[in-house]
């Protein structure tokens, strides 16, 4: 059984950065694959971004490609989430997630079987 939390959100200006950061707990964190998803006002569950267990493949949404960044440190069982130049449209509530289950990292969330419990990120503009 693996429990996340996520900390680091908050209410930033348009332009801005926040770096989300989540620490991860019950088994051994370089064993799964870790990623970031965000559900914003009336809209569904998204995927930002996935890092592989080494942290050397990562995987991003085209709308965050270029300012956000996926990273972790697996002797710290943490994994971060820099986001730069953010807008309006980046405003959701931001939640990390483990995939136990699988080699190969995924943008699916029905694949992610463990989950925090979200923190809001508000870009105003």
């Known amino acids: 059984q693996v429990q996340l939390v996520e900390s680091g959100g908050g209410l930033v200006q348009a332009g801005g950065s926040l770096r989300l950061s989540c620490a991860a707990s019950g088994r051994t964190f370089s064993s799964y694959a870790m990623g970031w998803f965000r559900q914003g006002p009336g809209k569904e569950r998204e995927f930002v971004a996935t890092i592989s267990r080494s942290g050397t493949t990562t995987f991003y949404a085209d709308a965050v490609k270029g300012r956000f960044t996926i990273s972790r440190e697996n002797a710290k069982n943490m994994v971060y989430l820099q986001m730069n130049t953010l807008n309006p449209e980046d405003t959701a509530v931001y939640y990390c997630?483990?995939?136990?289950?699988?080699?190969?990292?995924?943008?699916?969330?029905?694949?992610?079987?463990?989950w925090g419990q979200g923190t809001q990120i508000t870009v105003s503009s």
């Open positions: 997630a483990a995939d136990t289950s699988r080699v190969r990292v995924s943008r699916n969330r029905a694949d992610y079987d463990a």
